[in-house]
C-alpha cells in the first residue's frame, strides 16, 4: 500500500538534502575504501586481466555489465568514478534537488554560447551529468519512451524485470501521480488535428500521456533495472570509484588492450583479453578517447597528445534545445502543478521537405509543471542570471500556472567537445553551438507559434480560461508580443538543454566513414550516427536499447571467434 508525504514535509527535508548525501557519499567511499584493501594488495603484485572492461556504470554500462555477464565464462570488470547510488535518488520528487551535488553530479558548464542562452549566467548551459553506478539514469527526469528506429536493430529487449517488448510493457510505468490538464492538452492536440496515442513504437505527430521509469513511487534506472539484480554474480566485478585516465594501444595494431585507473589514490593498469568497451558518456567517452590518442590529429598534437588514430571524435555533438514556454495562466483549475503529456509535431520547415529523417516529427512539447514561487530555485538549478525569473513572474499567484516545454527534437546544429589540455582531470570543453543552423531557430519559432495558438485557442483550453502571460520576457522588450521576432528573442534567452548530449563518437557506416568517431564499430556508446540525428524525444531508452544490441553483437562476435578457434587443430 502506498501513502503520500505531506508535500511540506518533503519541502523541509530537501533542505537538508546536500548534508545527506554528503554524509552517505563519505561513507559510502571509505566503506569501498575497506573493501578494496584486499584487491589492493594483490595488485602490488599482480596485473589484473579480464575478458572485457567496461568503463562507465551508466544506463549504457549497466546494461553491457548485465549482458556480457551473463556468460559464466567471460571474467566482466566494471570500472565507474562515482559510488553507489544515494538512497535519496529513489524519491522521484527530489529529481531537482539532487543536481549541482558534486557526489552525484559531473555538473559540466559550456563554453559561453555566442548570441543564445542569453539569460543564463555567463550565456553557458549547464549540463548534469550522473556520477556513480546508474549514471545519469540516477539523476534524469525519468520521462521514456521506445522509438521506433530501435524496432530495427534490438528486437526484444530482455531485462531482469522480464521479457519487455517495445510496447513498452514492463519497464515504464505511468505514475498517473499529476492528471491535471492532461485531458485539455490531449483534447486541444486533437482540436489541432493530432491523434492520441501511446508514446512508445512508432513515432507519429500525436499527443500522449508520457510514460516514467517509476516502480512502485521509486525511480527505475538502469542501476534498479540492469546492476542490482546481478551484483552476485561472482564473474562479475565491479570496481567503483575507479577512475579510467588511459586506454592502452598495442603499438602494432592499435588494438586496446588495457586502461588505467586510479582508485582511491592509486594507480593501476588492467588488461582486457577481449574487448575494452568505453560507455562513460557522451562527454567523457570522446574526452578518454581524445586523452588516449584517438581523435582529431591536429587537435592532439596541439596539446602534445600523441596522435594514435585520426578519427573526429568529440565531434558531431548534438543536443536537444529546449525552451520552456509560457507561463500560460489559467482561470479555472487552480492547480500548482502541470502534467505529465507529450506531443510530437512537426514544424513547417520540416513539413515542407520530403527526406527521410523528416519523416518523423522533430518538435516535441512537453506539458510543465510551473509555480512562480519557486523562481529562485528554477533560476539557481537552470544556471539563470539571479532575479532573471523573478522579474519576468512578479506578480503571478502560484496557483494558476504552467509552461509547455518546446523542444527541438531533430536539431541540425552540430557542436563539438575538445581536450582542454591533455590532464585527464581537466574538464573538456564543451560547444554545443547552439542555434548555429539557422533552421533550428526556425523551427523552435514554428514550435512556440504552435504552442500559444493551441493553448489560447482551442476550445479545450478555452474553457479553462488559458492565455499566454501579458508580460515580455526580460531582454525582449522591444519586440511586439507573439510575433516571430518576440519567439526568436525569448527562445535565444531561454536557451536550455534537453540533457540529450549525444554522438560524440558516431558510429560510422565501414571503415572508409571518415566521419565516424567510434574506432571500432561497436567502440562506444556516444555513437549515434552522424548522418542520421538524435530521436526526437528523451533518450534513456535508446541508450539502454543501443547497449542492448551492442552486448549482442559482441557476444555473438565472440561466440564466433571461439568456435571458430576450437574447430582449428591449433591452439591459441
Ligand atoms: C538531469 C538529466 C535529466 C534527464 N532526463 C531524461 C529523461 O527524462 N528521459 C530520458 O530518456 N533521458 C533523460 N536524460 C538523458 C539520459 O539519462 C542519458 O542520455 C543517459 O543516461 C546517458 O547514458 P550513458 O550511459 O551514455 O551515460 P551516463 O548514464 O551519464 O553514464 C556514464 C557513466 O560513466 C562514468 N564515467 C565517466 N567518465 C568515467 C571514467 N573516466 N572512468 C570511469 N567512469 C567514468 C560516469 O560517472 C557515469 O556513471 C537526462 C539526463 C540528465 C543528466
Same mark, same amino acid.
Given at each position: 500500500m502506498m501513502f503520500a508525504i505531506p508535500r511540506s514535509v518533503l519541502t523541509v527535508f530537501s533542505k537538508a538534502l546536500p548534508i545527506m548525501v554528503i554524509s552517505f557519499a563519505v561513507w559510502d567511499r571509505n566503506r569501498d575504501f575497506l573493501q578494496s584493501q584486499n584487491v589492493n594488495n594483490y595488485l602490488t603484485h599482480h596485473i589484473e586481466e579480464f575478458d572485457f572492461i567496461i568503463v562507465g556504470a551508466g544506463s549504457a554500462g549497466s546494461v553491457l555489465a548485465n549482458r556480457l555477464s551473463s556468460n559464466p565464462d567471460y571474467r566482466v570488470l566494471l570500472l565507474e568514478s562515482g559510488g553507489n547510488p544515494n538512497p535519496l535518488q529513489n524519491v522521484p520528487v527530489y529529481f531537482q534537488s539532487l543536481l549541482h551535488i558534486p557526489e552525484l553530479d559531473h555538473g559540466h558548464y559550456t563554453v559561453p554560447q555566442k548570441n543564445v542562452c542569453l539569460a543564463m549566467r555567463d550565456h553557458r548551459s549547464y549540463w548534469p551529468r550522473g556520477l556513480g553506478l546508474g549514471g545519469s539514469s540516477n539523476l534524469n527526469v525519468m520521462n521514456g519512451r521506445f522509438d521506433s528506429i530501435f524496432k530495427k536493430i534490438s528486437k /526484444?529487449?530482455? /531485462?531482469t524485470m522480464g521479457s519487455i517488448t517495445m510496447d513498452g510493457q514492463g519497464i515504464f510505468v505511468n505514475t498517473s501521480a499529476q492528471e491535471n490538464l492532461v485531458d485539455e492538452f490531449l483534447k486541444a492536440g486533437i482540436e489541432m488535428g493530432y491523434p492520441t496515442k501511446d508514446v512508445n513504437g512508432n513515432q507519429e505527430p500525436s499527443f500522449s500521456r508520457l510514460d516514467f521509469s517509476i516502480k512502485n513511487g521509486r525511480r527505475f534506472g538502469a542501476y534498479q533495472g540492469f546492476l542490482a539484480p546481478v551484483l552476485n554474480r561472482t564473474n562479475l566485478h565491479i570496481y567503483r570509484f575507479a577512475h579510467v585516465n588511459k586506454i592502452h594501444l598495442r603499438k602494432e595494431t592499435n588494438r586496446a588492450y588495457a586502461v588505467t585507473y586510479k582508485r582511491h589514490g592509486l594507480e593501476r593498469f588492467v588488461r582486457a583479453k577481449r574487448e575494452i568497451i568505453i560507455s562513460a558518456g557522451a562527454i567523457d567517452s570522446p574526452k578518454l578517447l581524445m586523452l588516449s590518442g584517438i581523435g582529431p590529429k591536429q587537435h592532439l598534437e596541439s596539446l602534445g597528445i600523441e596522435c594514435r588514430i585520426d578519427l573526429p571524435v568529440g565531434k558531431n555533438l548534438m543536443d536537444h534545445i529546449s525552451v520552456p514556454v509560457g507561463p500560460f495562466i489559467e482561470?479555472? =483549475?487552480? #492547480?500548482?502543478i502541470g502534467a505529465n503529456a507529450v506531443a510530437y509535431i512537426y514544424s513547417s520547415l520540416s513539413k515542407a521537405r520530403a527526406d527521410f529523417w523528416i519523416k518523423s516529427p522533430d518538435i516535441q512539447l512537453l506539458l510543465l509543471p510551473a509555480n512562480p514561487n519557486l523562481h529562485q530555485t528554477v533560476e539557481e538549478v537552470v544556471g539563470i542570471k539571479p532575479g532573471f525569473i523573478e522579474k519576468y513572474l512578479r506578480? =503571478? +499567484?502560484?496557483k494558476d500556472i504552467f509552461m509547455i516545454n518546446v523542444m527541438l527534437g531533430k536539431p541540425s546544429s552540430r557542436g563539438e567537445i575538445k581536450l582542454t589540455s591533455k590532464h585527464p582531470w581537466e574538464n573538456p570543453i564543451m560547444d554545443p553551438k547552439y542555434f548555429s543552423h539557422s533552421d533550428d531557430i526556425k523551427r523552435v519559432v514554428d514550435g512556440m507559434n504552435f504552442t500559444v495558438h493551441m493553448a489560447e485557442n482551442t476550445e479545450a483550453f478555452r474553457n479553462i480560461g488559458t492565455r499566454l502571460i501579458n508580460k515580455h520576457f526580460p531582454g525582449c522588450e522591444k519586440y511586439e508580443l507573439k510575433t516571430n521576432s518576440y519567439y526568436e528573442c525569448y527562445a535565444r534567452h531561454m536557451t536550455y538543454t534537453g540533457y540529450d548530449q549525444s554522438g560524440t563518437c558516431a558510429m560510422g557506416?565501414?571503415?572508409?566513414?571518415? *566521419?565516424?568517431? #567510434? #574506432?571500432?564499430?561497436?567502440?562506444?556508446? #556516444?555513437?549515434?550516427p552522424h548522418i542520421s540525428e538524435i530521436? +526526437?524525444? *528523451?533518450?534513456n531508452t535508446a541508450v539502454i536499447m543501443a547497449a542492448d544490441k551492442a552486448s549482442e553483437l559482441i557476444l555473438d562476435y565472440w561466440t564466433h571467434v571461439d568456435n571458430s578457434m576450437r574447430s582449428r587443430p591449433f591452439h591459441f
Open positions: /526484444t529487449l530482455r /531485462t482561470g479555472q =483549475l487552480a #492547480s500548482p506578480g =503571478l +499567484n502560484a557506416y565501414g571503415p572508409e566513414d571518415r *566521419n565516424a568517431g #567510434s #574506432s571500432h564499430k561497436r567502440g562506444c556508446v #556516444s555513437w549515434m530521436p +526526437n524525444g *528523451n533518450i
